[in-house]
C-alpha cells in the first residue's frame, strides 16, 4: 500500500517530465545555440548571440508591444463584459441553463475556424462588419492591413470565443456569496448598484484575479488568431505580430530554431516576472484584508 | 499540457483562487442573489446570446453560398443552396474527410488516458499521505502556467530524430495526461470520496487497484465524465504543436483548417463549410451535454 500513491502519480509526471520540464530546459539550451530547420544535426554553440540578437532586433520589441496591447484590449474588455454577463445570469431566469450553454457556445470553435470565420466578416471588401458600420456612417476600413484595425479584429476574436467561459467562472463565485451578506446591506439601504459595489466584487475579488491570471497567460502565448488573420508575420507590416507568432516565423518559416528557442525563453521569463508580481500584489491584498 | 489556446486548461478551468482557502463559508448553491429578471436582463442577455451565435449561423450561411455571392455587398443574410456541394468539396478535396477521422482518434485517444490517470493522481493527491504531496501539488499546478511554445523546438527535433514527423503519436504522447485534470479530479474527489469509505474497503482486505476500482472510479464517475468532455473539445482544438507536428498529408481538423487559411484553397464558400463542419462535432457534444459541460466549468472554478 505504501508504495501506491507514487504510482498513482507517476503517469502524470512521466508524461509532464518527457514532454515538459526536459524540453523547457532543452529550449534554454538550444537558445544558446545555432540550430537551423535545413540542417538539424548540426547544433553550434554561440553563447548569447541569439538573445543579443532578439535586442537589437525592432521585430522583437514591435512583437513584445504588440503582445502587450492585444494583450490588454482582448482581455480588460472580456472580463468587465464576463463581469456584466454574470452578473444578470445570476437572477432568477427562464431557462437559465439554456443561457449559460448558449453563452458558452462560442468556446467550442476552434481558434482556427473561428479566426476563418472572422476573416471573412472582416473583410475589406464586402464584409459583413464594414457593412454593418456604414449604416452609421463609416468608411469601409482596411482591417488586416490598418495598424490599430488588426489588432482590433485579432482582440475581438479572443473576446468572442472567451468572455462566455469567464462569466461562467464568475457566476459560480456569485452563487458562493452567502445571501445574508445581502440581506444585511439591504437593511442598510443599499441599492443594487451599491450591492454589486460593496457586496459582489470584492466577494469576487480572488476569483477575479484568478481569470486576469489566467487570461495573462493566455494572451501572452497568443498565436493562432494572429497567425490565421494575417499570415506568420501577422499583417504585412508586423502589425499584429505577437512574440508566439514571431516564435513560429523564425522557427518554422524562416528556419532558425536556436532564435525561436530564445524567443520561448524570453516568454518564459516574462511571465516569471508576472508571476512574481502577481503574488507581491496577492499578499498586499491579503495582508489588507 | 500543450495548448495553443488562451486556455491555458492551463487556462482552462480553473483552480480556485488561493484567496479563497481561509474563508470556509457555507456554501448555499444559489444562495447568492434570487432575484428575479426582469424584462431588461432579458433583451440585455438576448443581445448577448445573438453575439455569441451569429458567427456561427453565418458561417453556415456562409458555407451554403458560393465564392462569388461572398465577395459582393451586402454579404448573404439567409441560406442559400450550395450547403452540402461545399461540404462535400471540403470533405473531399481539402481532405478534411481524413483530418476529421485523425482528429477523432487522436481526441478520443488522449480523452481516455487523461481521464484514466488523470483520476488515479487525483486521487492520490485529495485522499493518500505520502511525502511531499502539496509540493508536488503545487507543482503540478505550476506547470499549468508554462506555455507550449517552451516545448515545441526540443519536441520538434526529437520527433524528427525518431522518424515520426508527420505521426500521429506526436501530438498523442505528450498530452496523455494533464495538469489541469490531475487538479480537476483532486478537486473533486477532495470532496466527493468520504475518507472512510477507503478505510473500510482496505479494513475488508483489498489492495490499491481494488479500492480504485470499486470505490474511487464509482465516487468520481460524474466528474470523469466531465473531465472526458473538457479534454475532448480541448484536444481536438489544440493548435500550436499539431500544426508544427504534422502537415496536409496526415492532419487534425485544425491542421487542415490552417491549411484552408494559408490559401491553397481560394473559395471562401469551401472554406466556410471546413470550418463549419470542424466544429461540428463540438456543436453536437455542446447541444448534447451543455448542462454538464457548463457544470463541469462551474464547478472546476469554487471547489476547493
Known amino acids: ?289 | 499540457m500543450t495548448t495553443s489556446d488562451l486556455t491555458l486548461p492551463q487556462v482552462d478551468p480553473a483552480p480556485k483562487p488561493k484567496g479563497d482557502r481561509g474563508s470556509r463559508r457555507p456554501r448555499m448553491i444559489g444562495a447568492g442573489r434570487q432575484l428575479h429578471a426582469g424584462p431588461i436582463t432579458y433583451v440585455v442577455l438576448a443581445v448577448f446570446s445573438l453575439i455569441s451565435l451569429a458567427p456561427l449561423l453565418w458561417t453556415a450561411i456562409a458555407a451554403s453560398r458560393d465564392n462569388t455571392r461572398l465577395a459582393q455587398t451586402p454579404p448573404p443574410l439567409w441560406f442559400g443552396a450550395n450547403l452540402f456541394k461545399n461540404m462535400q468539396a471540403a470533405w473531399d478535396e481539402v481532405g478534411l474527410g481524413t483530418a476529421m477521422l485523425n482528429s477523432t482518434l487522436v481526441a478520443g485517444t488522449i480523452t481516455i488516458s487523461t481521464v484514466l490517470f488523470s483520476t488515479l493522481a487525483g486521487f492520490a493527491f485529495a485522499k493518500l499521505r505520502f511525502k511531499f504531496s502539496s509540493a508536488l501539488l503545487l507543482l503540478t499546478i505550476g506547470t499549468m502556467m508554462i506555455p507550449p511554445q517552451l516545448a515545441v523546438v526540443p519536441l520538434y527535433l526529437w520527433m524528427a530524430d525518431l522518424g515520426w514527423s508527420n505521426q500521429l503519436q506526436t501530438v498523442i504522447l505528450p498530452t496523455l495526461v494533464t495538469a489541469f485534470g490531475t487538479f480537476f479530479m483532486r478537486q473533486y474527489l477532495v470532496q466527493a470520496l468520504p475518507t472512510e469509505l477507503i478505510e473500510a474497503a482496505r479494513m475488508d482486505g483489498a489492495n490499491s487497484l481494488r479500492v480504485v476500482w470499486h470505490v474511487v472510479f464509482p465516487a468520481a464517475r460524474p466528474a470523469m465524465a466531465v473531465l472526458g468532455l473538457l479534454t475532448f473539445v480541448f484536444a481536438w482544438n489544440d493548435f500550436l504543436w499539431p500544426i508544427i507536428a504534422l502537415n496536409q498529408q496526415n492532419p487534425t481538423v485544425q491542421v487542415a483548417l490552417n491549411g484552408l487559411g494559408t490559401g491553397y484553397v481560394p473559395d471562401q464558400a469551401v472554406i466556410m463549410a471546413g470550418a463549419l463542419l470542424g466544429t461540428l462535432p463540438l456543436l453536437i457534444a455542446f447541444l448534447l451535454f451543455g448542462k454538464q459541460i457548463v457544470g463541469g466549468i462551474m464547478n472546476g472554478a469554487i471547489k476547493g
Open chain 1, 1 to 289: 500500500m505504501k508504495a501506491s500513491p507514487y504510482a498513482f502519480i507517476t503517469p502524470f509526471f512521466l508524461v509532464f517530465g518527457a514532454f515538459g520540464l526536459v524540453p523547457l530546459l532543452y529550449t534554454g539550451w538550444y537558445s544558446l545555440h545555432s540550430v537551423q530547420l535545413s540542417s538539424l544535426d548540426k547544433q553550434t554553440w554561440v553563447g548569447l548571440e541569439n538573445y543579443k540578437n532578439l535586442w537589437s532586433s525592432d521585430f522583437f520589441w514591435n512583437a513584445l508591444k504588440n503582445t502587450f496591447t492585444i494583450g490588454l484590449i482582448s482581455t480588460v474588455p472580456q472580463l468587465l463584459l464576463a463581469l456584466g454577463i454574470a452578473h444578470l445570469l445570476n437572477y432568477k431566469l427562464r431557462g437559465s441553463t439554456l443561457w449559460r450553454v448558449v453563452m458558452l457556445t462560442p468556446y467550442a470553435t476552434s481558434v482556427a475556424a473561428a479566426t476563418l470565420v472572422f476573416t471573412l466578416l472582416y473583410s475589406w471588401d464586402g464584409g459583413m462588419i464594414n457593412w454593418l458600420l456604414h449604416f452609421v456612417g463609416v468608411d469601409p476600413i482596411n482591417w488586416r492591413e490598418s495598424d490599430w484595425g488588426g489588432q482590433f479584429a485579432v482582440s475581438s476574436i479572443v473576446i468572442w470565443r472567451w468572455t462566455g467561459y469567464n462569466a461562467l467562472i464568475y457566476l459560480a463565485a456569485m452563487q458562493a456569496i452567502p445571501a445574508d451578506l445581502y440581506e444585511s446591506t439591504a437593511l442598510d439601504g443599499a441599492n443594487r448598484w451599491q450591492q454589486f459595489r460593496h457586496v459582489t466584487i470584492p466577494m469576487l475579488r480572488p476569483t477575479i484575479l484568478f481569470t486576469v491570471v489566467v487570461s495573462t497567460i493566455g494572451a501572452t502565448q497568443l498565436f493562432g488568431e494572429p497567425l490565421l488573420f494575417g499570415g506568420s508575420k501577422g499583417g504585412s507590416e508586423h502589425q499584429y505580430q505577437t512574440l508566439g507568432l514571431y516564435m513560429y516565423d523564425q522557427g518554422w518559416i524562416i528556419g532558425n530554431l536556436g532564435k525561436a528557442s530564445a524567443i520561448a525563453w524570453s516568454m518564459f521569463l516574462i511571465l516569471l516576472i508576472v508571476a512574481a508580481v502577481n503574488m507581491l500584489v496577492n499578499r498586499r491584498l491579503r495582508k489588507s484584508q
